[in-house]
């Protein structure tokens, strides 16, 4: 067979095929014997008819159809045998039967593009540290004793620690009355909620049951540029307190420890050490997240590289898919991909793609593979989790694309960290004192209990 490659871009490919008689003659073959099992001809049992008479009645139509499989056929041959990546459905642009009876096609199709990398060892990162703080665990075991707490009847609102049921009527603007066409509202609001207005939460302290007022919230959900004119609507409503609930929340002691863990620990001391590390472990995640993000925008900028049509086609559908399972949805109440959604998400998307590229080279070319010890942590997790063998549970996981590539894109990213230069910022790129940054709290206390023991010693 012969090919010819043409370049129509980085990443964009283009190649003529012709095959010979002799290298059709296996296709044809194929093609009259899957066709001779359909056809019946007088004086011949159906699936008896000799080829030689197919071919004279049929031949020109059978062999025109054929012309689609020897296609498919000989591209996954030439993409196998030459290790072709392929992105995207490769498109067929020409095909022919010549004078000669040979057979040519021409495909276009999207690969990943082959580039010479920049520097990726050294690079310059702002590493954000932060050291949880007695407060912080503090103030995450209120909050869970409050989330975990009872409501209780009150005859007024004391602080935010309260739930109010309440009553919102629309007052009609022109007439200052209740409006009879807005249904009344029913609402319970928690007043220590982020969400719960400022203003609503002024209005509702002090409050007793049957007290009713008028709030008109300010404008909270729109931005205007400097100087820009707008005349917004603020709506006023007339609010009725209903009820009134304080929440009391559960006493720290050994007995709501055990419960609360489910006997994983046993005393107000264990619970706030395995807090602190919880705090502590999502600090770190958001770190390494803020340098791998600053990885991907510097190689991304210091590579020059035709993300492929197609893959960022594919990657706008992805992030549009994952952003709305984030909020809630399903896939099978996703609306159609918007233009409009299209062009928002094609930066993000053409980075993400230019990114997959620039791991899969350095993969390449540092030889990085998957080892057992990189999945034994995850099996062993889902083999006590679902009953399973841990060599049985390893070698599933080895054949998840989803999970493998996951894995290599934290070996590419350790391995560019190792020879990374890092500077020790807090999370809003300022530069740490170092004399003046703690350990993390839970840390701090078991450097003082070493201490004591010492001096006791």
């Known amino acids: 067979m012969e090919h010819k490659i043409e370049n129509i871009s980085p990443s964009k490919k283009k190649i ?111 590493e954000p540290m932060h050291a949880v703080t007695e407060d912080e665990i503090n103030d995450e075991i209120d909050n869970i004793l409050r989330n975990q707490g009872e409501l209780e009847p009150a005859d007024s609102v004391a602080d935010e620690h309260y739930v109010v049921g309440l009553t919102l009527r629309k007052i009609d ?16 609001v928690y007043l220590a909620d982020k969400n719960v207005l400022p203003e609503l939460k002024e209005n509702l302290l002090n409050t007793k049951e049957g007290d009713v007022f008028r709030f008109t919230p300010d404008d909270h959900t729109h931005t205007h540029e400097e100087g820009e004119e707008h005349d917004h609507e603020h709506i006023t409503y007339e609010v009725t307190v209903n ?140 083999a006590s989790r679902n009953g399973m063998e841990v060599d049985q549970v390893v070698k599933v996981l080895k054949t998840n694309p989803q999970f493998t590539t996951s894995i290599l894109s934290k070996k590419v990213v350790d391995f560019i960290l190792d020879f990374a230069i890092t500077n020790e910022t807090d999370f809003e790129g300022n530069p740490i004192d170092q004399t003046s940054f703690s350990t993390t709290a839970y840390a701090e206390k078991e450097d003082s209990e070493d201490k004591e023991q010492t001096d006791e010693e």
């Not at 290298?23 to 000799?50: M, T």
């Not at 999207?110 to 990398?117: H, K, Q, W």
């Not at 590390?277 to 990885?295: F, T, V």
């Open 16 to 126: 003529d095929f012709t095959l010979s008689l002799d290298e059709l003659k296996p296709h044809y073959d194929k093609a009259y014997s899957e066709a001779r099992k359909n056809i019946s001809q007088p004086g011949f049992r159906k699936g008896k008819v000799p080829v030689s008479v197919i071919k004279k009645k049929y031949g020109p139509a059978i062999e025109h159809e054929a012309g689609q499989d020897i296609v498919n056929a000989e591209f996954s041959k030439y993409a196998q045998e030459n290790s072709v990546k392929i992105i995207g459905a490769p498109q067929l642009t020409e095909m022919k039967k010549n004078d000669d009876g040979s057979f040519s096609f021409t495909i276009e199709f999207d690969t990943i593009p082959d580039i010479e990398l920049a520097d990726y060892k050294g690079l310059t990162l702002d």
């Open 243 to 382: 009820d009134i609930q304080k929440l009391v929340p559960k006493e720290l002691n050994e007995e709501f420890v055990k419960e609360y863990t489910k006997d994983r620990f046993d005393s107000p001391d264990d619970l706030r050490e395995e807090i602190g590390y919880q705090l502590q472990e999502g600090w770190d995640k958001q770190s390494r997240q803020a340098m791998e993000n600053q990885i991907v925008d510097q190689l991304t900028a210091a590579n020059e590289i035709e993300a492929p049509e197609a893959a960022i086609d594919e990657m706008t559908g992805v992030i549009y898919a994952d952003m709305h399972r984030r909020y809630g949805g399903n896939d099978q109440n996703r609306p159609p991909l918007s233009d409009e959604m299209k062009e928002e998400l094609r930066p993000m998307a053409e980075k993400s793609v230019k990114w997959e590229i620039i791991r899969g080279k350095i993969v390449e070319t540092e030889g990085l593979k998957i080892e057992d010890h990189d999945i034994e942590p995850f099996a062993q997790q889902e």
């Open 173 to 188: 603007s022109e007439t200052n009355e209740i409006s009879q066409e807005d249904e009344p509202q029913e609402t319970n």
